[in-house]
């Protein structure tokens, strides 16, 4: 899919696709135009592809429709046994094809996605990806690549020429098997323009039957761009905060809250009907969201099993935990309770983390600050008890517990020796929604 694509990163991608794939396994090039605007992208290029080794179609969408509907629309004209979509500013290396197509043909329930590699949006030079990270998500929906884990490595057995089983997809590039796609409900036609496509795909694979695999032995160039270039009719946050709306109340269950308390705003988007897709759900009888948390994403961010989620407030102040928008290693802060979730949303998980997305709350000093850094769920300095009666939160290894900042640091939480104050009274309380 194009629009306004420059001449040449569209021709790039063209001629790589034809240049270095064995002909005998391609059967078409589609290309389907939502609707650019620039000349050269009508009868010049219509013309120019006409001489190519290979059949190239141009499908012009009649309005702006985003990339999932002129997605469908070049699916539904496609001819081939197995679908590949690439974005319209790529690069593929030799060899790219062959190894996507030979783990479909093993197992047809099988997506494939090619390792992304990075051509520059500034000089187009060509930089390899690594095979070492995979697809996850945050609280907030957003698509993240992040290191891929000790437990995917253990299970290729060392081995970085096997395909690695990916929690997500981020969307651009994958090779899927046509009736495939069509039988797992090829994207959601309810989602506009472009956002959350790639989660919705994800999570439905995954939980619908299907497996998604980052295939290490075929690599694909794309041009990351640092911002998106492209107009969003409707406006790009409410476009993609209804898509993410779409895909969590279909396919998330309850744990859909942790994306509307970290985002309250969400809720207020309308986001139609989706009683389509919960049929699909139905029939192609899915697995729970839980199921795939607990199976295919063990290191997703959102936990398995909680006991609060929301704000963390104290008794006597009434001010709130606050991760104020700081990083790994910094302290934890406490602010006025604005109920708005965002930096104020902390998770208590069963495991007894205080979380704030894949931070972890963590002590290694008496009388000192609570410091966030990167769960790493071997308990340490990061478990913390709660007592539901006394309302204290103490921290186990240090035996202290959480009390207001001290004279000092005025915005900053410190640890003391328990006492009964009401200083170390924190009330944990699951947010709810619309309240
Ligand atoms: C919050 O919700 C979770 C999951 O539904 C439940 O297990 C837990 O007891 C609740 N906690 C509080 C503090 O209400």
């Known amino acids: 899919v194009f629009h306004n694509e420059a001449w040449s990163t569209l021709l790039r991608t063209v001629y790589s696709v034809i240049n270095r794939s064995p002909h005998h396994l391609l059967s078409e090039v589609i290309l389907v135009d939502d609707a650019s605007e620039r000349d050269f992208l009508k009868a010049a290029l219509e ?14 969408m009649e309005q702006r429709s985003g990339l999932i509907r002129a997605r469908l629309r070049g699916a539904a004209a496609s ?28 197992d047809r329930k099988t997506v494939v996605c090619p390792i992304i590699d990075v051509i520059s949006d500034d000089t187009f030079e060509y930089m390899a990806g690594s095979d070492m990270t995979y697809g996850g998500f945050n609280w907030k929906l957003n698509f993240r690549w992040y290191p891929v884990p000790q437990r995917e490595m253990d299970r290729r057995k060392g081995d970085r020429t096997l395909p690695v089983r990916t929690p997500t997809m981020a969307g651009g590039l994958f090779s899927i098997d046509r009736n495939y796609f069509e039988e797992i409900g090829t994207y959601d036609a309810g989602m506009d323009i472009w956002g959350g496509e790639n989660l919705e795909m994800s999570f439905r694979i995954w939980q619908c039957g ?20 492209y107009t969003f009719p409707g406006g790009t946050g409410h476009v993609i905060n209804k898509n993410n709306r779409r895909l969590a109340e279909v396919w998330m269950d309850e744990f859909k809250d942790f994306f509307y308390i970290i985002s309250p705003g969400v809720v207020k988007v309308d986001y139609g009907d989706v009683s389509v897709r919960k049929a699909l759900r139905e029939n192609l ?9 607990e199976n295919i994403y063990p290191d997703s961010q959102i936990p398995r099993r909680y006991y609060s989620l929301g704000e963390i407030r104290n008794v006597e102040t009434n001010q709130c935990l606050d991760n104020m928008g700081r990083k790994e290693n910094e302290k934890v802060g406490i602010f006025n309770c604005h109920g708005m979730g965002g930096n104020q949303v902390f998770s208590y998980t069963a495991d007894k983390e205080i979380r704030t997305d894949d ?6 000093r008496l009388n000192g600050p609570v410091i966030m850094l990167k769960c790493h769920h071997m308990r340490g300095n990061q478990l913390w008890e709660y007592d539901a009666e006394k309302l204290t939160l103490r921290h186990v290894n240090s035996n202290q517990c959480l009390d207001e ?15 009964e104050s009401r200083s170390q009274q924190w009330l944990l309380r699951n947010m709810t929604l619309g309240a």
Request: glycine share 4%; proline share 7%; hydrophobic share 35%.
């Open 285 to 293: 009888k899915c697995k729970p969201f839980s199921w795939y948390l």
């Open 405 to 419: 900042p001290s004279e000092e640091d005025k915005m900053v939480p410190t640890m003391k020796d328990c006492s």
């Open 359 to 364: 931070l972890c709350l963590d002590v290694s």
């Open 79 to 106: 001819k081939g046994q197995v679908i590949t979509f690439l974005d319209a500013h790529c690069e593929c290396t030799l060899g790219w094809l062959e190894p996507l197509l030979a783990r479909i043909k093993e």
């Open 210 to 229: 299907g497996s998604l695999e980052i295939v290490t032995c075929s690599h694909v160039g794309h041009v990351f761009r640092k911002a998106t270039p």
């Open 47 to 60: 013309n120019y592809v006409k001489n190519l080794e290979v059949p190239v179609k141009i499908i012009r």
